[in-house]
């Protein structure tokens, strides 16, 4: 079992910079992807961004060219720098890895969520 631990959401005003961090950790795990959705009430999660373990990435188009996804492999952590907000980003994002025990077996976990307030 996979527990990821999220930080870092807030109130910000339009044009304004938030980071999230998320930290994976718990036993025999290897994270083969980790990612952020985005929640808006009584709607379906959206993913907002993804990189894999090989650092590939890749971006909702909504986000692409404002947020930057990274991740420290030694530390199990990935991280979101949101620039440019805008009202419309948010929302509750959560954070999820997608990870593999030494048996092969293939697992999804996802963070409690935090919260993104982007004001006028």
């Known amino acids: 079992q996979v527990q990821l631990m999220e930080s870092g959401g807030g109130l910000v005003q339009a044009g304004g910079s938030l980071r999230l961090s998320c930290a994976a950790s718990?036993?025999?795990?290897?994270?083969?992807?980790m990612g952020w959705y985005r929640q808006y009430p009584g709607k379906q999660r959206v993913l907002v961004a993804v990189?894999?373990?090989?650092?590939?990435?890749d971006y909702a188009d909504s986000a692409r060219g404002r947020f930057t996804i990274s991740r420290d492999n030694a530390k199990n952590t990935v991280y979101l720098q949101m620039n440019s907000l805008r009202p419309d980003d948010t929302g509750v994002y959560y954070c999820?890895?997608?990870?593999?025990?030494?048996?092969?077996?293939?697992?999804?976990?996802w963070g409690q969520g935090t919260q993104v307030t982007v004001s006028s």
């Open positions: 990189i894999t373990s090989g650092g590939t990435t």
């Open positions: 999820n890895a997608d990870v593999s025990n030494s048996g092969n077996v293939r697992s999804s976990s």
């Open positions: 718990g036993s025999d795990f290897s994270i083969n992807a």
